[in-house]
């Protein structure tokens, strides 16, 4: 997954970035550049960067995967469970359905239980490319060489 973001602050290693939206409308000259702007995200980054860059930055495909099975995908597979095994208890519909909620909550207690206290690495975006005035940077390059 790729994104694009605006630098407006620099500590270090750190970059604090403003990211741009990706929806359709971010590219519409009817608003203003700060409606463009979505929320911000923090990343590392050793190379040179000044204030009001764009950067380019990306997260690994296995990571996004990860992350949106995780966050989607495992707590319709609770919902599903639920529903089962009181399906399998001899529960009514009515009863069906409200233990299948109760695995979605419990799934999403276990999932902010899961990431509050047991992930260790949190996801790190990776700059790939460096924006300044017109010319793109390329991050992954040896030479510093202009594209």
Same mark, same amino acid.
């Given at each position: ?40 995200? *923090? ?96 991050? *992954? ?7």
């Amino acid at each position: 997954m790729k994104s694009n973001g605006k630098v407006i602050g620099i500590n270090g290693n750190k970059i604090k970035l403003k990211m741009f939206k990706e929806s359709s409308c971010a590219h519409c000259s009817g608003c203003g550049d700060a409606n463009k702007l979505a929320r911000e995200l *923090d990343v590392t980054y050793d190379g040179e960067v000044e204030i009001g860059d764009i950067v380019t930055f990306e997260l690994e495909d296995s990571k996004m995967l990860k992350i949106g099975f995780t966050v989607y995908i495992a707590p319709i597979l609770m919902m599903i469970l639920g529903y089962t095994i009181s399906s399998k208890m001899g529960g009514t519909e009515k009863v069906n359905v409200l233990v299948s909620f109760a695995f979605l909550v419990i799934s999403f207690i276990c999932l902010h239980i899961y990431d509050k206290y047991f992930v260790k690495e949190k996801v790190e975006m990776k700059v790939t490319a460096v924006e300044k005035g017109t010319e793109l940077i390329d991050a *992954d390059s040896c030479t510093g060489k202009n594209k």
